[in-house]
């Protein structure tokens, strides 16, 4: 066969990994991938990004959503009322209608202590930088 020892089993397709000694491959764990086939262990997703079992990519978190370290499973909502860019690792400014109380926070500080430092809603026809 293409790309497998010579009468023996298929290599594991993509999203799953043989591990040594193996000849059933098994599917990746969530918040890991295999992005070929052939592989003996599956990967980490990146932070700020997350996987379904048996993946063989990980997906971007969306915005208002973070993975803040490898290998997440499902990427988690931002605690209220912060929000965050796509592929965050963290929720570092204020969610839409929210505003930011002072414009010298540390993100880390934002994250641990939100309502702290976002407030809202915005009044009528103001501009609020949410950042």
Partial sequence: GRGGRAGGPPPPPAGTAC?????EPTLCYPGFFAAKE????????PPGTSSGQGSDACDECV???YAANAGWGRCLPC????????GSVTCSFCMEDFYLLTSIADPDDIFKSPT???T???PPNAACPDN
Avoid: F, R
Wanted: net charge negative; hydrophobic share 15%; aromatic share 4%.
């Fill in 38 to 45: 052939g592989q003996s262990k599956c990967e980490p997703c």
């Fill in 19 to 23: 591990s040594m000694g193996s000849t």
């Fill in 116 to 118: 702290e430092y976002c």
């Fill in 63 to 65: 915005a208002g959503k």
């Fill in 79 to 86: 605690p209220n009322p912060l929000s965050s860019a796509d």
């Fill in 120 to 122: 809202g809603p915005c």
